[in-house]
């Protein structure tokens, strides 16, 4: 077994397609329309299964914002210099709502940023 995908539901497809692709450097892997079901989807990463796991963004038509609760925490990725990623972040207009450093009571160097819908994105610097 293996993690394919992340599905996270968003309240404007282009907006979110944008930040994952021109601020987090993902490639935009395949789209799909079902108008009669009243959703769009788009996979980005890395790269694409099955050699790396993907997000889905899926656009329900119509809803433009969702309540995210208190259960969802957060994406991980990895990254070879969390300072410089969050420097390109932020000169991308992303937002860093953590800079980059040392996790609490440890050495491993992570940051955090937020997509456009309010997701938690972690950094780690491997």
Excluded: W
């Excluded at 050495?107 to 994105?121: E, H, Q």
């Amino acid at each position: 077994m293996r993690v394919l995908h992340t599905m996270l539901r968003v309240g404007n497809l282009q907006r979110s397609i944008d930040f994952y692709t021109r601020v987090m450097g993902m490639t935009l892997l395949h789209t799909t329309e079902r108008p009669e079901h009243k959703y769009s989807l788009a996979f980005v990463g890395y790269g694409s299964n099955p050699d790396h796991a993907e997000i889905e963004l899926t656009y329900n038509h119509g809803v433009d914002h969702y309540e995210l609760g208190t259960a969802y925490g957060h994406i991980a990725i990895a990254v070879p210099d969390a300072y410089a990623a969050c420097a390109a972040i932020k000169a991308g207009g992303g937002v860093v709502t953590r800079e980059a450093g040392p996790v609490a009571g440890g050495s491993t160097v992570i940051a955090f940023i937020t997509d456009p819908d309010g997701y938690k994105v972690e950094l780690i610097q491997r």
